[in-house]
Structure formats: structure tokens, C-alpha cells
């Protein structure tokens, strides 16, 4: 039985008989298929992968899991359960995968009691977030990726161009390097407009003096990296040198904190202090990272509510930023493995600021 789903089966809340996994990242990890149109019904003791015709070749690669296979996969799920009704009568959903709207139509439609409380996400995601060797090494390759990315991208930012052909480039760049889709929807912030934290690409000129913000991930095998980098176009006065020194050292108090055992929201303070004593505490508005999971983010969080003590196993980004409205903002961001025995940073972009 696959090691991953065998731990979901342990690890399931005393009270439910069996997890239905809808969304598309989870299925993946469980199955290491990408199946779309497809969910997973774990039990204690068996798995059904449901999907559509269109993907039997895939699906029946799945050995662990007994495929079933139909046009209507809600009907083909309620008729197994009422098969199955001696041993499933309470099945848990995942809750940030789906519509009230579609929890609601299930509790019509389906033979068991139906939860969607969270304890199941809470299992999956912790679950997933604890990487193996083979997990963290994927990870480090799509890493390594957008380090080569933002490298090469600096060779072709200039005044001018805006911020659609950046994020063109960025994208070409990042597949030539070997990933194999964006791990998230990326920012590519220009001037003014990095000071709104996750700003889509509208048009905006680049001009010199400007500030620009990448904040990119690669994919490789499932498994996605994120990162955030500045730099200027041609120049960089005074306040930006500063606002820009002021994160770097609060980043550097970030990745520095980090402990086994130390709650997550230690970690998160110690980097907001830095920027707090230096007067920019109000335009400091988010958590300092979150774990990398086979969704990014997923998982634990360093911000200034949760007490989830740093284990082992976990990678987590570290990203404070200011943001001042009307003017500019600065991030920076670093993904660090939490490891038995160190903690290692697997970014390996220039934290110094650049001028292209």
C-alpha cells in the first residue's frame, strides 16, 4: 500500500469513517497522478479513485486504489456507499475545496452523515507539509529553477517595457530552466504598484528609479517554490536603499529564529520587530511565511497567532515586507528546509540590492 495513503488511514479523526479528497493537489499527492475530473474515497481499510473515462489509462495506473469509472461520479459514489453503508456512515470533506452550494447538494444526495469541520484538511495538510527526502529534493530542483530565472531576467529588464512582457519573460524563462507550470499566479510588480503585496500585471511602464518585484515559483514533479525578489531599474535613491535594508534585516531576524520546538509565531516576531523599531510597523500587514506543501502555501503559518511548534520535515518561506501606498514596497523572500539536524536555506538569490 502507498506509504502516503496508509498514513492518511492511521491518522483519520476517530469519529469518521472516510475522507472524500476532491481537490486537485491533494488527489495528486495521494495518487502521484494528475487526474482531473477525479476524486479519492479513503477508508480505513480501502481507497476508490472515481474519474471519468477520459482518464482510465491514468487512473488504472493508480494500483493501491480500486478504480471506478462513470460519466455521473456523484451517482457511481453514493451507489458504492450505499454498498458500503455496514462501515462508511460518516465521510469528512475537505473544506477549503469546496462550495457550501456543493457541501449542501452532497448532504442530499449521499447515504452517511457529512462533515466539513476542518479536522480533515488539518490531517492533510499537516501530513503532506512534513517532506521526505525525495519531496524535498523536488523542491530544491524548482528552486533551483527560479534562481537560474532571475538571474538571466535581470539581462532583459530595462525603461520601457511593462509589466505584461516581464511576466512573458519570467514564464519563458522558468519553463527553459525546467518547470513544468507556475506554482502559483506571480507577481510582477513595478513602481508604485509594489506596494500592493500580490498586484497582477496591468500595463504598468517601468521608468528608471522604479522599483520591481518578482514573487515566482517553479514546479517540478507536483511540487512548487516560491520566492521574492527587488530590484531597481537604473537607480535607487535614499528611501529606497533604506526601506530596502530595513526587510532585508528583518528577514535575516526571520531565518535566524528559526528553532525546533519554537512556535511559529515567535518566529513570525522576531522579524516584526525590526521593522517595527524602525517605524513601519502599520505598513507591515501579513504573517512572516508559510510551509510549503504540495500546494503553496499549505500548512503552518510564522505570523503573530499560530502556536504550532517548528518540527522537522517542514519547509517554510520567511517574507516580510513594507508596503507604502502611493509609493513603493519591498519584499523579500527565502524558502528554508527544517531539517533533524540544520536548517538550511534553499534559495540561492543575492539578498543585496540590484541595479540593472
Known sequence: MNKRIERLMQNLPEDIDAALITGYDIRRYYTR????????????????????????????????????EGKC???RLTELLIKERDSIKRVAVQADQMTVA????LKRVLPCGLTADGRLDDVLYLQNCRKTEEEVRA?????DAADKMFTEVLNYVHAGMDDWQLQKIVGILL?????????FDHVTGVGVNTSMPHV?????VIRPGDFVMLDVGATIDGYGSDMTRMFAVEY???RKREIYDCVRRAQKAGCDAIELGKPCCEIDRAAREVIEEAGYGRY??????????????????????????VFSGLIMTVEPGIYLPGEFGVRIEDMLHIGENEIRNMTHSTHELIIV
Open 33 to 68: 497522478q494528475a487526474i482531473p475530473d477525479s476524486f479519492l474515497l479513503v477508508s480505513r481499510t480501502a481507497v476508490w479513485l472515481f474519474a471519468s473515462p477520459f482518464y482510465r489509462d491514468k487512473a488504472r495506473k493508480v494500483k493501491d486504489a480500486i478504480y471506478v
Open 139 to 143: 523542491v530544491q530542483e524548482a528552486q
Open 102 to 105: 456543493e457541501y449542501e447538494q
Open 284 to 309: 507591515y500587514m501579513h504573517g512572516l511565511g508559510h510551509s510549503i506543501g504540495i500546494q503553496v502555501p499549505g500548512g503552518p503559518r510564522f505570523n503573530q497567532t499560530d502556536t504550532t511548534p
Open 236 to 238: 535607487a535613491d535614499e
Open 175 to 183: 519553463r527553459d530552466f525546467g518547470s513544468q507550470r507556475d506554482s
Open 73 to 75: 461520479l456523484l451517482s
Open 200 to 204: 497582477r500585471p496591468n500595463g504598468t
